[in-house]
């Protein structure tokens, strides 16, 4: 049986002037996660996406004036696979090193009061950001992934909002119940009627009212003024409902900024993604004008922000 290859090699050439391609391409290489084995070689572990990834930056050293070449390979003699996994795991080590450096710093700690959160969180959100970019080419699990996970969880735990109220809501008691909202479904309600129907209530039954309809017996109210589930404070509905089931998954957290900033409009966290996610729920508005089709409609985009947002695959 033939034995495949475990290894992608891109051996390149650059002109010598001008310099800054030579700094240019070597962050091209970094960000791929590539390490170099001999001058102007580099490896990344065989696969398709390293494939394609190889393939690009070889069009553009070519589009430079430079040459390169791609090759499948299996190392025999001179340096061992093992050896090769040590260096990429030692680049990746330092990464989460780095990453680690910066969240030991004293300004990410816990602030003294809600007031004082922006600077922090927004350090937090960077250093989420560069954690999931490191994890995405630790392609060999490097020893130092658990620590920085660790650390920067802690981190995040200690800029959590405090609960707005006890946490005695069970999903247990909320089951094929009839929730209610107002029509014309935006953001806070859309993506609330997502979490009830993912997350609280799997048959749950969505009807919609005015506000001045009087409350019926045995229905519950969302985002209403007078709703069982509504605002709190400076809280939007899905933020409310994250607390009251104590839905405490990071995921979730992360849909719940974005969800507070499009229904708010205050920029109190500024997701990258917020921007994204509110032309799709505009683009559902304008497609579905039932709201019970928009919600359904929404689900899909949902569930797929939720997955994005989960930790990366080992």
Known sequence: MQNL???????HLLPAKP??????????????????IKNSVYVLPAGERSREDLQWLQKEIEALGGEASICEARFVDGVSD???R???????DADYAQLIEQLREPSTGAPADES???????????????FEQIVAL???GASGRGACAALLAEREAALRPQPIAARAASAHGYRSRTWVTRPDVGIDRIASAWLIQRHIDAEARFVFAAEQDPPVDGQLRFDTTQGEFTHVADRCTFEVLLDRFGLDDPALAMIGRIVHDLDFKDGKFGEDEAPGVARLIDG?????PDDVARISAAGAVF????????????
């Not at 350090?123 to 989420?128: C, F, I, P």
Request: proline share 4%; charged share 30%.
């Open 5 to 11: 290859a475990e290894w992608l090699l891109l051996i």
């Open 303 to 314: 569930d797929a922000l939720l997955a994005s947002f989960q930790p990366p695959l080992s």
């Open 86 to 92: 040590e260096l990429f795991n030692a680049a990746r």
């Open 82 to 84: 093992a050896q090769i």
């Open 19 to 36: 310099d800054y391609l030579r700094v240019k391409i070597w962050r091209r290489l970094q960000g791929l996660g590539a390490v170099a």
């Open 284 to 288: 559902l508005r304008r497609m579905q």
């Open 116 to 130: 004082t959160i922006d600077e922090p969180r927004q350090r937090l959100r960077k250093a989420r950001k560069r």
């Open 138 to 140: 630790d392609y060999f």
